[in-house]
């Protein structure tokens, strides 16, 4: 094969030019990230409020050099219901390409049911995104999922557990004497 200078092809030998490779390596799309924050009504009062979680998330986005670009958050919403409205948000851009990995601040955060937990992390995962959880990269096996499992039945169980202590505290006691 011959060139435009007349060379023959066999005689071309590449050199590396190390400015342009050592870019070019460098040069790895960029990961566009989501983060998904909630609180319910309850909670406000907690550690875990909307800001310190918004920190803390965008904290762990740019840490992995990963770009925000999209923001959901239920304010005031309780866990236990699946029709959240950033949340169904979330779900619909999911099956865009508006995003590659989604941040969520902890499991509970995603639901306070292991079964809308189940669901949601499924939907994402089959729709080929990545979730980062509590800060950990989330991994589908079976580890990965029984993690993720025992976390969604203690949020659960939690839950159960301060919603029978708080209607105990409401209920008024009997008197005795």
Not at 4 to 17: F, K
Not at 34 to 48: F, N, W
Not at 121 to 140: F, H, M, N, P, W
């Given at each position: 094969?011959?060139?435009?200078?007349?060379?023959?092809?066999?005689?071309?030998?590449?050199?590396?030019?190390?400015?342009?490779?050592?870019?070019?390596?460098?040069?790895?799309?960029?990961?566009?990230?989501?983060?998904?924050?909630?609180?319910?009504?309850?909670?406000q009062q907690k550690e875990a409020t909307i800001e310190s979680q918004l920190f803390?998330?965008?904290?762990?986005?740019?840490?992995?050099?990963?770009?925000?670009?999209?923001?959901?958050?239920?304010?005031?919403?309780?866990?236990?219901?699946?029709?959240?409205?950033?949340?169904?948000?979330?779900?619909?851009?999911?099956?865009?390409?508006?995003?590659?990995?989604?941040?969520?601040?902890?499991?509970?955060?995603?639901?306070?049911?292991?079964?809308?937990?189940?669901?949601?992390?499924?939907?994402?995962?089959?729709?080929?995104?990545?979730?980062?959880?509590?800060?950990?990269?989330?991994?589908?096996?079976?580890?990965?999922?029984?993690?993720?499992?025992?976390?969604?039945?203690?949020?659960?169980?939690?839950?159960?557990?301060?919603?029978?202590?708080?209607?105990?505290?409401?209920?008024?006691?009997?008197?005795?004497?």
């Amino acid at each position: 094969m011959k060139l435009l200078d007349d060379t023959e092809a066999s005689s071309v030998i590449p050199i590396s030019d190390s400015t342009l490779g050592a870019g070019l390596e460098s040069m790895k799309p960029m990961t566009k990230a989501a983060l998904y924050a909630r609180v319910s009504t309850d909670a406000q009062q907690k550690e875990a409020t909307i800001e310190s979680q918004l920190f803390e998330l965008k904290r762990q986005i740019a840490a992995a050099g990963h770009v925000l670009v999209k923001e959901y958050i239920d304010d005031g919403i309780t866990g236990t219901r699946l029709d959240r409205p950033a949340l169904e948000q979330l779900r619909q851009d999911a099956k865009t390409d508006l995003f590659d990995r989604i941040y969520f601040h902890a499991a509970d955060r995603i639901a306070r049911e292991a079964a809308h937990q189940t669901i949601i992390v499924g939907e994402l995962t089959k729709r080929g995104k990545k979730l980062t959880i509590g800060g950990k990269d989330y991994e589908e096996t079976p580890e990965g999922k029984l993690t993720l499992n025992l976390l969604g039945l203690f949020s659960e169980y939690e839950r159960a557990k301060n919603h029978r202590a708080h209607d105990a505290r409401a209920a008024p006691s009997a008197a005795y004497g």
